[in-house]
């Protein structure tokens, strides 16, 4: 549900207006659920940009790793979110 999360993230009007821009890295451990269980802002262009990113996290769903036993496990991912005005 990736491009549902980049829609309901949008790009801040303040963000906009002053011209930030840029790629917001997270890094995150998905749980055996597939939600997201805690996260670190790994880059972070402008501060508007990673709060935008941090305040709908929560609707990111992953299907969940899988352990050698054939068993859901925990992992982290890396989670790219570009945002960039077109000019």
Known sequence: ???EF???VGYP???KQIG???KVMVRALVGKTGRIEK???TKNPHNILSRAVEENLDML???PGINTKKKPAKVWVN???NFSLDR
Request: proline letters at 5%; charged letters at 25%.
């Open 6 to 8: 980049k829609y309901s």
């Open 79 to 81: 989670i790219p979110i």
């Open 20 to 22: 930030a821009e840029g």
């Open 1 to 3: 549900n990736m491009e």
């Open 13 to 15: 009007e303040m963000a």
């Open 61 to 63: 769903i992953f299907t």
């Open 39 to 41: 996260h670190k802002i």
